[in-house]
């Protein structure tokens, strides 16, 4: 069964820096892409943050992050990273890594992210 933790959230001030991990189990982790949702409050669910399977690990982005956040993975720890800088007030979210394995989407519980001046 695919387990996907989220953890690293918190509060941060704004221009502030954070890094948040994933960390994956029950299926073969470096063989599937890896995505980072946000949902705000009173907003739908967004796509942050695509990582490819490993064998390319090309990445992609919602403009609104572009330029400021970088989505990573290490194989060796079953892990996925999003690291995020330049934080600003529109930020604040709960974050979700998400992947999908054999056809069924697994999500983490969330991370709460709060940026505050």
């Known amino acids: 069964q695919v387990h996907l933790v989220e953890s690293g959230g918190g509060l941060v001030q704004l221009g502030g820096s954070l890094r948040l991990s994933c960390t994956a189990s029950?299926?073969?982790?470096?063989?599937?892409?890896m995505n980072w949702y946000r949902q705000a409050p009173g907003k739908e669910r967004e796509l942050v943050a695509v990582?490819?399977?490993?064998?390319?690990?090309?990445?992609n982005y919602a403009d609104s992050v572009r330029g400021r956040f970088t989505i990573s993975r290490d194989n060796a720890k079953n892990t996925a990273y999003l690291q995020m800088n330049n934080l600003n007030f529109e930020d604040t979210a709960i974050y979700y890594c998400?992947?999908?394995?054999?056809?069924?989407?697994?999500w983490g519980q969330g991370t709460q992210v709060t940026v505050s001046s």
């Open positions: 998400s992947t999908v394995v054999e056809g069924h989407r697994a």
């Open positions: 029950g299926y073969t982790f470096s063989q599937y892409a």
């Open positions: 990582i490819s399977y490993s064998g390319s690990s090309s990445t």
